[in-house]
């Protein structure tokens, strides 16, 4: 292992980063859609449709409805953002794996000169 080039490892790295950080924002949007879930169920039984239709600016009702409906973008920039990182990660590993055997025949070359 003390022979791989600072280069592999560093891309690796990077690599492990970027598929860890997918992994987080995954997370992170499997539990906010649980919370938004729970809020939408929530906010369909406790208010009526006249109530619903009717809210005033500013009010608390006002201020659900519109965390309701802001919540499915930040959702969408979640899971995106999570599945790039990982497809980067993922494709930086594959690209490590590919130079990786490309050093195979040059090093067999240089121990089977010595």
């Known amino acids: ?6 280069m592999l490892k560093m891309i690796m790295l990077v690599a492990v980063v970027l598929v860890l ?6 997370l992170r949007a499997w539990s906010v859609e649980t919370a938004f879930h729970a809020m ?3 906010y369909i039984v ?3 449709k006249a109530q619903r239709d009717t ?10 409805q519109a965390q309701l409906r802001n919540t499915p973008s930040q959702l969408m920039l979640l899971k995106l953002g ?12 594959l690209l490590g794996v ?4 490309t050093m195979v025949p040059t090093r067999l070359g240089a121990i089977i000169k010595s």
């Open 82 to 93: 999570g599945i790039a990182s990982i497809l980067a990660g993922i494709s930086l590993i």
């Open 98 to 101: 590919l130079r990786a055997l």
């Open 40 to 42: 939408q169920t929530e």
């Open 55 to 64: 809210a005033e600016a500013g009010s608390e009702l006002a201020k659900i």
């Open 21 to 26: 950080f997918g992994l987080s924002l995954e």
């Open 1 to 6: 292992m003390s022979d791989v080039p600072p």
């Open 46 to 48: 406790q208010f009526t």
